[in-house]
């Protein structure tokens, strides 16, 4: 009685909106049917993949054809937890699989396949806690700029009068010495304390800032360095402060230049992401904005930290442009991440779609 008044759906549509990668294989081993969540997980299009054999459309799970023939033989289902997933040219992925044999409506044999990503579990968490640390970081840095700013202030006033009632004596070098530093130390306060302004927020071309920075960088390359681009040109507008975009990217190409040390490649490059999650935020489609060197990689041991306020491990860095960058990038409602391996760094800005006229 109850299924008379329930309403219809569409099971496609069901599995579309599941979180869970969802993939069915016939009997040979070829691809059925694919969800959304699968097509995400795995970078493919399930309109491309029409009866293909799996590990030709799913190059990560072709070291798995052994256990899949078995299932499908012996109609044994089995689950493997946090099972590494490697690729050619993807990234690595960690899921929790789980393989379960089913007959097809035409009563051959077939296996559904269901994989969640731990991936994007540990990026959610890893997310929230960055974006505490750092509201907590602000805080704290927005409480001691302004507790150095005011004696600072009064300390250059007072040497600037004592300097005049000096006169032309010697002692004039040391009053110099005073307002010269105070004005460094105002400048390193300014610095910690980032923009005080709110994004003035335009319709504009990710790509157009991009290449304000590609071509301010580009004139001071050491000529075994080279900047290459890998643009989607099909990115629509997106509502943003093209100079808070500017200072995002100049940071993070400018860290990627010295960690190549005179040679080398930075690629910079630019997808959408369906279903990305910002913060506790859902958005259905994100720009995803990849700064990407073949620099020594970062230490682990600093990996965790570098989006914190001065940590530098350079001698003459402040330690300042990844906090400042993460800033800017929460202030449009997006995220930065990074991945770091010796031979490739990649620095993600993930920014959320608002279409310029949404
Ligand atoms: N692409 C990269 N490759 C290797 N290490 C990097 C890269 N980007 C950042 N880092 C590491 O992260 C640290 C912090 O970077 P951040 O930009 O915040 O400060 P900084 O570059 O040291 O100083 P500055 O304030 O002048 O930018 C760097 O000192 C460096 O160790
Ligand atoms: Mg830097």
């Known amino acids: 009685m109850r299924s008379q008044n329930r309403t219809s759906i569409r099971t496609d549509s069901l599995l579309d909106n599941l979180r869970t990668a969802v993939v069915c294989l016939d009997e040979h081993l070829r691809v059925i049917y694919l969800n959304t969540a699968s097509e995400m997980l795995f970078g493919v299009s399930a309109r491309q993949c029409g009866a293909e054999s799996f590990d030709r459309v799913l190059p990560y799970l072709a070291d798995h054809r052994e256990r899949l023939n078995a299932a499908i033989q012996q109609g044994a289902a089995y689950t493997e937890r946090e099972l590494h997933l490697c690729a050619g040219v993807g990234e690595p992925l960690t899921v929790d699989c789980t393989v379960t044999p089913f007959t097809s409506p035409d009563s051959r044999p077939a296996l559904l396949l269901e994989f969640l990503s731990l991936e994007r579990q540990l990026r959610i968490s890893r997310d929230d806690q960055m974006r505490l640390q750092n509201l907590a970081n602000r805080e704290m840095i927005r409480g001691l700029a302004h507790e150095i700013k005011n004696p600072l202030g009064g300390l250059r006033g007072a040497a600037q009068l004592l300097q005049r009632e000096i006169g032309s004596s010697d002692l004039v070098e040391y009053t110099t010495v005073i307002i010269r530093e105070a004005d460094r130390l105002q400048n390193l ?12 927020k335009q319709p504009l071309n990710i790509h ?141 800005v993930f920014l959320p779609m608002e279409t310029a006229n949404e």
């Open 189 to 200: 306060v300014d610095g910690m304390l980032g923009p005080r302004r709110p994004p003035d």
């Open 208 to 348: 157009e800032p991009l290449e304000h920075v590609r071509a301010l960088i580009a004139t001071d390359l050491s000529a075994d360095v080279t900047l290459a681009r890998d643009y989607d040109p099909s990115i629509p507008d997106i509502l943003a402060d093209r100079e808070q975009l500017i200072q995002i990217f100049f940071n993070l190409v400018g860290n990627a230049v010295t960690a190549l040390d005179r040679s080398g490649t930075i690629v910079l490059r630019t997808r959408t992401q369906r279903l990305f999650t910002i913060g506790g935020t859902q958005h259905r489609l994100v720009i995803r904005i990849d700064v990407i060197d073949t620099g020594p990689g970062i230490d682990r041991d600093l990996l965790p930290r570098i989006f914190h306020p001065m940590v530098s491990s350079r001698a003459e860095g402040s330690g300042m442009g990844l906090p400042i960058a993460q800033y800017l990038t929460h202030l449009h409602e997006g995220l930065i991440e990074c991945e770091s391996r010796p031979g490739q760094t990649v620095f993600s």
